[in-house]
């Protein structure tokens, strides 16, 4: 099976409530984030790992998206 790349997701999506999501592909997690909640502002991506402390890699927002399913890391 190929390899996967794998973030762990940190979302704002209301005022003062967050959520985190484990997420292979960047661009199906935006449009969830559309389609559930439709005033989210901001999420951060980072490394995958077991222990949930891996680097911050990238940062998006409602009006800078990411534009391709994968960072180029």
Do not use: C, S
Request: no cysteine; glycine share 4%.
């Amino acid at each position: 099976m190929k390899d996967r790349k794998k973030y762990k997701v940190i979302a704002k999506v209301g005022n003062d409530h967050f959520i985190k999501h484990n997420v292979n592909n960047l661009l199906l997690f935006t449009k969830y984030l559309d389609r559930k909640f439709p005033r989210w502002r901001w999420f951060n991506v980072y490394r995958y790992t077991k222990e949930g402390n891996g680097e911050q890699l990238a940062n998006f927002t409602t009006n800078k998206r990411p534009n391709k399913a994968y960072l180029a890391i």
